[in-house]
């Protein structure tokens, strides 16, 4: 998935979210309360600013206007970082929106805020025009307008933004969505969604009658109400299309709805449907609550999770520069990557068993198909019985299995050079020097795992009936 040659203006507040990680191993003896042991720190842009790391992390351009303090090193720091493009205004009054969190663990104990709201200055707002003209001279392909209710998105704001005549995208806060008049989609909770109705928004039923009603009242072009574990609504004027949601694993919300907005309206501005960008953003929502903290995803990460995701992209399999790219990404984090191939065509109990091995063995685990043609060659002209696709489908629809590509060749080699993997898995039936790949796998630190079969399965043996 490519967003590289997009551009995104994000207009809002922007804030600087830090994180202090630490340890609770006691009580405290002068009151009921956890000792919390510090350790490390972290700091990464926030609210608006954490809309525009979400679009740089998936590869396209953001230009970040908003408020922020004096002395605000910190956080222009982890602007440049994240290769957004600077348009912020500092205040002389307000200091930069600071959320602090402290996490124990994988929990977060508590949240201490740094803020201060109202209405902007003359000044203040004159800024803002001046740095959105800047932006809007660059030519982007949509706006984000990131509303934390810190009060950057004032009415003069607002209107210069809606004179733009590009799609805007809006993750709404308060009841008064008549401010977002024109906006191509906004992407409210189902909570803010029944207060902006004044409506309840509990069922299906209620949510898309509360959308239906704002959308008429507001001039909404489209409403997608995020619903938390039951997924999103997308309602327009002529239909209605609800997905349930994509995360196994939930660790951190933070920064979820960030996510959202940013993929949707990147895969908007690209040319998908409003349907398509809805699964786009859903499947990136459903990588990020898996990482802990306020994160991110990749375009190699929502390709793989959208190749898996029961036919969302089409097809389960990822090309080399797909693949390349994802575990790169995984060792840049410090994961380690096992692979693992084989022609898998009829799935059975011996190859998940197999799966089940090899996953336990590496942090994330690439399985390599051979193609048709090569199945053919080493099996015989009745083989394949399932084409490359349906087992990609397969394969990438277990949960051990974090992506699946394919080869051509008889052998896996020339992949296995390309990607480098930390773990080479094959079965017990194999030797070390019976494994191709494993003298490259060897020289670069890696290891082999032999995996455990379970004996009388096998693809012929189910094919001749036995």
């Not at 509303?147 to 004179?163: E, I, N, T």
Request: net charge negative; glycine share 10%.
């Amino acid at each position: 998935m490519d967003f590289g040659p997009l551009h995104v203006l994000v207009v809002g507040d922007v804030m600087l979210d830090r994180y202090l990680y630490g340890s609770v191993e006691r009580i405290s003896p002068e009151a009921p309360v956890p000792v919390f042991s510090r350790g490390r720190e972290s700091a990464m842009p926030g609210g608006a600013g954490n809309v525009a790391r979400n679009i740089t992390a998936l590869g396209a351009r953001a230009t970040l206007v908003g408020l922020i303090g004096p002395r605000s090193e910190a956080l222009r720091h982890a602007i440049a970082d994240a290769a957004i493009l600077d348009g912020l205004v500092e205040s002389a009054t307000r200091p930069t929106t600071t959320k602090l969190r402290v996490v124990a663990g994988n929990q977060q104990m508590m949240r201490i805020d740094d803020e201060a709201t109202g209405p902007q200055s003359e000044a203040e707002t004159a800024g803002l025009l001046a740095a959105i003209e800047a932006a809007l001279a660059a030519a982007p392909d949509a706006i984000i307008l990131s509303d934390y209710g810190k009060g950057v998105l004032s009415p003069a704001v607002l209107a210069r933004l809606r004179a733009a005549q590009l799609p805007v995208f809006v993750d709404p806060k308060g009841a008064d969505f008549s401010r977002y008049a024109g906006a191509a989609c906004i992407t409210p909770n189902a909570a803010e969604m029944a207060l902006a109705a004044g409506l309840p928004s509990r069922g299906d039923e209620e949510c898309a009658a509360a959308a239906r009603a704002v959308m008429a009242r507001d001039g909404v072009g489209a409403i997608l109400v995020t619903r938390s574990a039951k997924g999103m609504m997308l309602v327009r004027p002529d239909g209605l299309l609800s997905i349930p949601a994509r995360a196994q694993e939930v660790f951190d919300v933070s920064g979820a709805g960030d996510t959202v907005i940013a993929a949707l309206a990147l895969a908007h501005a690209g040319g998908r449907s409003l349907e398509d960008a809805m699964r786009i953003a859903n499947a990136a929502a459903g990588i990020v609550v898996a990482k802990l903290g306020t994160a991110t995803t990749s375009a190699a990460e929502l390709t793989a999770a959208l190749a898996g995701g029961a036919g969302d992209a089409g097809s389960a399999l990822l090309d080399l520069a797909a693949t390349r790219a994802l575990v790169a990404q995984w060792k840049a984090a410090g994961l380690s990557v096992g692979f693992a191939n084989g022609c898998f065509d009829i799935l059975h109990a011996g190859h998940v068993a197999m799966l089940a091995q090899a996953a336990a063995g590496c942090d994330r685990l690439v399985v390599a198909l051979n193609s048709d043609a090569s199945v053919a060659r080493l099996k015989g002209p009745s083989r394949p019985i399932n084409r490359l696709e349906d087992r990609a489908a397969v394969i990438a629809a277990l949960r051990q299995v974090a992506a699946v590509t394919s080869f051509a060749e008889d052998t896996p080699l020339t992949l296995i050079q390309a990607l480098l993997p930390d773990v080479l898995i094959k079965g017990a039936d194999y030797t070390a020097e019976t494994v191709v790949g494993w003298p490259e796998v060897r020289a670069h630190g890696g290891r082999l795992l032999l995996a455990e079969l379970l004996p009388g399965r096998s693809t012929t043996a189910i094919l001749a009936g036995r």
